[in-house]
């Protein structure tokens, strides 16, 4: 089985190449780098994209957390549709699964990343591609939590020896955190059963404030907050 990843210098998308390279399945696997494109020749873009259509699964990480100029936008909002209309335009046998956050619906939401992710898969075809909308990843070792994805931010406010405070940080954001290991086990999954024309809305067991999971990182850095 071959399967493209974008964003493979991304949290998830290395994590994703890195499990899938470890399997027991043999999976033929490829890096998308979509930094290297050009975003404003249009041609040029799709024929990239077209070199990567006899996978059977494109899986689409990439996006800019923090969008800001037009290629960060592009990225977030555009790029999932090029792959889907060039699948059905070549009537290629790939199937695109398409990472989004689960932020798209809840609509109190209004940051520039969740609205653009919003625009990202508004266009998409949910009888076609199959959606991910994803929580707060969170990688353990042991059962103790790492410096890694989204809590990077956490860990280096608790480095900080010479502030004489730390950032405040809102209690109101209830999180439900998902295991990445737990999340690549279900991946893999959908990828053996060929699973399509699915939106995955995913979150953990589990409801934490921002502040708990500020508070748990800082137990790790044997640190009081």
């Known amino acids: 089985m071959k399967i493209s990843i974008t964003g493979t210098t991304g949290f998830l998308g290395s994590k ?28 040029n873009l799709k024929k990239e994209i077209e070199s990567y259509l006899d996978s059977d699964f494109i899986i689409n990480c990439a996006a800019s957390l923090n969008p800001k100029n037009q290629n960060d936008f592009y990225l977030n909002e555009k790029i999932p549709l ?39 898969e508004k266009n998409l075809n949910k009888n076609f591609s199959v959606i991910i909308r994803l929580p707060f990843l969170i990688e353990k070792e042991n059962n103790v939590i790492k410096n890694s994805g989204n809590l990077m931010e956490f860990f280096k406010y608790l480095r900080i020896k010479y502030l004489p405070i730390y950032p405040m940080i809102s209690t109101g954001h209830i999180y439900q955190p998902v295991d990445i290991d737990k999340f690549l086990n279900f ?39």
């Open 16 to 43: 994703i190449l890195k499990r899938l390279g470890k399997s027991k399945k043999n999976y033929i696997l490829q890096s998308i780098n979509l930094r290297n494109i050009n975003f404003s020749n249009h041609e």
């Open 82 to 120: 090029i792959f889907e209309n060039l699948i059905k335009e070549k009537n290629s046998k790939t199937t695109l699964i398409h990472f989004s956050t689960i932020n798209t619906i809840i609509k109190m939401r209004q940051d520039r990343y969740s609205l653009s992710k919003i625009k990202g």
């Open 187 to 225: 991946l893999e999954e959908i990828i053996l059963e060929s699973k399509k024309n699915k939106v995955y809305n995913i979150v953990g067991k589990y409801k934490k404030t921002l502040w708990e999971l500020f508070e748990e990182v800082a137990t790790v850095e044997n640190k009081k907050t």
